[in-house]
Each structure stands twice: as C-alpha cells, then as structure tokens.
C-alpha cells in the first residue's frame, strides 16, 4: 500500500504546485490595483498616494512576483491563505467557518445521489430494453441536460411556491436544505445512473459472469458479489470528482437558494477582487480534487486486486 501511495503523491505534488502557480498568477495579472479598488470601497474620501503605498505594503504587494509566489506557497503549506482584503479576516478562517454549511447539503446529495444511481443503474441493467429502462434513461437524460440554476427555480415553483412544502430559500431547520439537497442529487444523478447501468451490463457479458451461472450460482450472488464489484470501479472514479465538487462548494445551487456556504462567499470575492479570497479557495479546491483523486486510487485497488498486484509485479 505504502509504494502506491509514494508513486502518487510524486505526481500529484508537481500537479498541485502547477494549480497553486497557476491561480496565483491569474490573480496577480487580474486587472484593477486590489489597493485601489479596496480602500475606494472602505474610504468616503478617494485614498492618498500614502493610504495606496501603506496598503500594499501591508499585504506584500510590493514584492517580486517570485518572492510573493514563494511566500504563498510557503503559508498555503501551512495551510495559511493570507488575509481578506475585505473583512482583514484569516480566508482560512473564513473558509472554515462556510465549509459547514457547505457539508450540510453537499454530503447529504453526495449519499443520496450515489445510492439512487447505483440502485437505479443495476434494476435497469438487470431489466435491459424494458419500459423501466427507457423510462429511467430518459428521466435521467432530462435531468443531465437540464441546467442546475433551472432545476432549482423548477424545485422551487413546484414545491415551495405551488405545493407549499418547504422554504424557499435561505438557511434554518432541516427543511431549508431539502431543495438544495434534492436540487444536487438530481443534478448529478443521471451520469452516475447511465455510467452504473453501462459498466454492469459489460461486465455480465463477461465469460466469467456465465462460468459462475454455469455452475448453478444465483442470480443474485452473481450480480452482487461478481459482477456489481467490478462494474463499480468506473463509477467510483466519477463518484469522487462528484463529491470533490460537492465540497469545495455548489456555487450556483448556494447562490439561488441564499445558502450561505463556500460558494456563495467566493461569488461575492470574485465580484469584489477580493484576490486573497479567490486564490486561496482555487488552492482549497485543488487540494480537495489531490487527495480525492488518491483515496480514489487507493480504492481501486481494493475493488480490482489486478490493479494492486499488477503495480506489485511492476516494481519488483
């Protein structure tokens, strides 16, 4: 276990410097002087040439490209952001603080868009070119097609201005999350659905697959234990950009629905130059997506022995 995880952390640390030098320099080739734009919104009075001067070398705008890089590299390590320029908060902080709230609808949809799929993808791999299995594919091509912001308004008029069954918008009890919850499950249902029901269905035509009902296995042992085993490890690698997404923020679904999660927080920093805020969110988020992608990894090979004693043969 211990050599597969060193080979994938040797690619994913140079992916993740690329992604940090990448926001970085977006955020510092951005245009607008965040010292200008940010004491113009805090000052009644256009700021000084020594208000300007004093801001920037506050938040060490003044030095080098190289030396600024550095030094943020240096504290996102350390897991230090830098500081808002709007609200001189720590973004670790302020990051911390949302991802709560975030978690409150993210994991919610992430379990219940997974089990849904799985479920609905076996019943109709199991019941091929029936009426169920057209019927669930073209739900499920409807939701996929169907934008997010547009499945929320769609929630929302049926469920809570027309039928009158849970709030509207905003955050409170357990019943202000369910639109957003449902919203997120729907939305990512449908390809989770379509990839469960093609990879089960190729792995049933497998020669082994007809061995084991050759030999008199049931027909449930052989699809739950056989072949559902194998189908899954396409899935699982979906499933996880799917959750990485879930929690580094659900921008869109948070901004319709007032959730006062990470996404709404990096829409207002995004509008308010805020760079600090942005830079230090598309480093969250990269970092989430690294250690995703290697628990992704490291469930492969519980999934497909070939995967670990393939990896064990190529380095001996």
């Given at each position: 276990m211990m050599p597969i995880v060193a080979r994938r952390l040797l690619v994913l640390i140079p992916t993740w410097l690329g992604l940090s030098l990448f926001a970085f320099t977006l955020s510092t080739l951005s245009p607008g002087d965040p010292a200008e734009l940010i004491l113009n919104r805090e000052l009644d009075d256009p700021p000084t040439p020594a208000q300007l001067e004093e801001f920037?070398?506050?938040h060490g705008l003044n030095d080098p490209f190289?030396?600024?890089y550095v030094t943020f590299v240096g504290d996102s390590l350390r897991g230090d952001f830098g500081v808002s320029f709007r609200s001189g908060k720590s973004v670790r902080e302020?990051?911390?603080?949302?991802?709560?709230?975030?978690?409150?609808i993210a994991l919610p949809a992430f379990v219940a868009s997974?089990?849904?799929?799985?479920a609905f993808g076996v019943v109709a791999a199991l019941r091929r070119n029936s009426l169920g299995d057209h019927l669930s594919r073209a739900v499920a091509l409807l939701f996929e097609s169907m934008p997010s912001f547009a499945l929320a308004y769609l929630l929302i008029i049926v469920l809570s201005i027309k039928a009158g069954w849970f709030p509207v918008a905003g955050k409170g009890g357990p019943e202000?999350?369910?639109l957003p919850v449902l919203t997120l499950t729907l939305a990512t249902l449908a390809t989770?659905?379509?990839?469960?029901?093609?990879?089960?269905?190729?792995?049933?035509?497998?020669p082994y697959i007809r061995t084991a009902r050759a030999m008199g296995l049931r027909s449930r042992r052989v699809v739950l234990t056989l072949a559902l085993r194998n189908a899954l490890i396409p899935v699982v690698?979906?499933?996880?950009?799917?959750l990485a997404g879930f929690v580094t923020g659900t921008v869109i679904v948070e901004r319709v629905f007032a959730w006062p999660g990470v996404g709404q927080y990096v829409v207002d920093a995004v509008f308010a130059r805020d760079y600090p805020v942005v830079t230090g969110f598309v480093v969250f988020t990269g970092t989430v997506f690294v250690v995703v992608n290697l628990a992704v990894d490291l469930l492969y090979t519980r999934l497909d022995p070939r995967v670990r004693f393939g990896r064990a043969q190529a380095s001996t």
């Open positions: 920037r070398e506050r190289v030396m600024q302020e990051l911390s603080s949302r991802m709560g709230p975030t978690l409150q997974l089990l849904a799929a799985v202000h999350a369910v989770t659905m379509r990839l469960t029901r093609s990879s089960l269905l190729d792995v049933l035509a497998a690698t979906v499933a996880g950009l799917i």
